[in-house]
């Protein structure tokens, strides 16, 4: 059984940064990307940020040069250094995982099959 937890969320004034980590647990995940999605409320799920095959990254536009994902020594841990904070990154963050053999579109959510419960991320102007 896959089990992600997320952690990190919180409340900061627009400029600041926060750091979100996720633990994963239930198998290994050396050959598993991890990634983040998050969600503001009225509005899809989107795709942040992904990390696999060992050192590839890939972001979406928005937090490019802001945000950077990285992964744990034993890979079952990712995290989400994010600077430069907005207004507009205040959403609920999710950590997703799956086998990077298996998905085709790493920018959308229906590839994941392993999420966590998500974590609140308020960045007030």
């Known amino acids: 059984q896959v089990h992600l937890v997320e952690s990190g969320g919180g409340l900061v004034q627009a400029g600041g940064s926060l750091r979100l980590s996720c633990a994963a647990s239930?198998?290994?995940?050396?050959?598993?990307?991890m990634g983040w999605f998050r969600q503001a409320p009225g509005k899809e799920r989107e795709f942040v940020a992904i990390?696999?095959?060992?050192?590839?990254?890939y972001y979406t536009d928005s937090v490019k040069g802001r945000f950077t994902i990285s992964r744990g020594n034993a890979k079952n841990t990712v995290y989400l250094q994010m600077n430069s904070l907005k207004p507009e990154d205040t959403a609920v963050y999710y950590c997703?995982?799956?086998?990077?053999?298996?998905?085709?579109?790493?920018?959308?959510?229906?590839?994941?099959?392993?999420w966590g419960q998500g974590t609140q991320v308020t960045v007030s102007s």
């Open positions: 997703a995982a799956d086998d990077e053999n298996t998905i085709v579109l790493v920018t959308s959510p229906t590839e994941y099959n392993y």
């Open positions: 990390s696999w095959g060992g050192s590839s990254t």
């Open positions: 239930g198998r290994t995940f050396s050959n598993y990307a």
